[in-house]
């Protein structure tokens, strides 16, 4: 890729830019596990945006990031959660 051009990704659900909150951001990553083949892998990751914070919601955990003050950090937060789900949607779309 040359210099100063950019990959857009798309994003696994519409209304991913929308999403400016932690809560925004717990409900959309939640919409995305019913997106998922089976109701362990959905059950899996519901899990996984609820307590553990690893895979698929990135580095964000709402247990470990919920007393989290910076904006800026929240973004950063919030945009790698949304990447690493359209990542894992894509996994499993190539699966079946």
Not at 15 to 39: H, I, N, W
Request: hydrophobic share 35%; glycine share 6%.
């Amino acid at each position: 890729m040359a210099e100063g051009q950019m990959v857009l990704r798309m994003a696994p659900l519409p209304g991913a830019e929308l999403v400016q909150r932690p809560l925004q951001l717990y409900r959309y990553l939640l919409r995305c596990c019913r997106q998922l083949p089976t109701k362990g892998i959905q059950e899996h990751y519901k899990h996984t945006v609820r307590q553990v914070g690893t895979a698929y919601a990135g580095p964000w955990s709402f247990r470990v990031h919920s007393d989290e003050d910076n904006p800026e950090r929240i973004q950063q937060i919030i945009k790698r959660a949304i990447e690493d789900a359209d990542w894992i949607m894509n996994k499993y779309k190539k699966q079946n």
